[in-house]
């Protein structure tokens, strides 16, 4: 078992031919190192599968706001600053869907009424962006 932060993983270079994260380039310290950690630890040619929280599209410019009331998630992306993270990082696009969080995920019934609020407003806000990307030579 290995436990490491996602931008410094003590593993040997090109030694995997698929990465599949989940819900991570949002929680990372720094996104950045973490997709040079990931393409260092792919093949050529190799595929990274992810998802990850992004703002829908209409509310990009609130993410000042939603930054200081969402503290759980350092980084606030849009599809489109998903889609460019991944193009500067050297990986292309192959196919990619997005689901708004409310039809993902139920509000779990065992939490206060506040809580609950917060699901219901972040869920409305938020969708998940899913992608398949294949690492450039």
Do not use: W
């Not at 932060?5 to 973490?34: A, M, R, S």
């Not at 599809?79 to 997005?98: A, M, P, T, Y």
Request: aromatic letters at 10%; glycine letters at 4%; a neutral charge.
């Amino acid at each position: 078992r290995i436990q490491a932060p996602g931008e410094n993983i003590p593993l040997p270079d090109n030694l995997f031919d698929c990465i599949v994260t989940t819900n991570t380039k949002d929680h990372v310290k720094n996104y950045t190192e973490f997709m040079t950690e990931i393409k260092r630890l792919l093949k050529p040619g190799g595929t990274l599968l992810f998802s990850v929280h992004t703002l829908i599209p209409q509310l990009a410019a609130f993410k000042p706001l939603i930054k200081k009331i969402d503290t759980n998630h350092p980084f606030h992306f849009t599809r489109n600053e998903v889609r460019q993270i991944i193009s500067d990082n050297g990986f292309e696009l192959e196919k990619s869907s997005f689901q708004i969080m409310s039809d993902e995920n139920p509000i779990p019934p065992d939490v206060s009424l506040l809580t609950k609020l917060k699901y219901v407003v972040g869920f409305r806000i938020m969708e998940c962006f899913y992608g398949m990307a294949t690492l450039n030579n």
